[in-house]
């Protein structure tokens, strides 16, 4: 049984996720291009999904390859290796 105070994820609805998927490509792009890694929290099977996504755009943007690598708890974006 679950806490009834723990902390619980509400899917992103249809209208949500491309507003979510815009927005994070923005900020993956910048922190690419300043730091070369991005990093959050993707607990959940849809956030995995939707960094995916957001990985795949960054990577169209920069017109350069970018990876994602997820653990279950985190995602880690970053510019694949040119070997």
Same mark, same amino acid.
């Given at each position: 049984?679950?806490?009834? /105070? @723990?902390?619980?994820?509400?899917? /992103?609805?249809?209208?949500?996720?491309?507003?979510?998927?815009?927005?994070?490509?923005?900020? *993956?792009?910048?922190?690419? %291009?300043?730091?070369?890694?991005?990093? *959050?929290?993707? +607990? %959940?099977? +849809?956030? *995995?999904? /939707?960094?995916?996504? !957001?990985?795949?755009?960054?990577?169209? @943007?920069?017109?350069?390859? !970018? !990876? @994602?690598?997820?653990?279950?708890? +985190?995602? !880690?974006?970053?510019?694949? +290796?040119?070997?």
């Amino acid at each position: 049984m679950t806490h009834p /105070l @723990s902390p619980r994820h509400t899917p /992103l609805t249809t209208d949500e996720r491309p507003r979510a998927e815009a927005t994070f490509t923005a900020l *993956v792009t910048e922190t690419l %291009t300043t730091k070369g890694r991005f990093r *959050v929290t993707a +607990d %959940t099977p +849809d956030m *995995v999904e /939707l960094f995916q996504a !957001v990985a795949r755009r960054a990577g169209e @943007s920069l017109g350069r390859p !970018v !990876v @994602s690598y997820a653990n279950g708890r +985190d995602i !880690v974006i970053t510019f694949a +290796d040119n070997a």
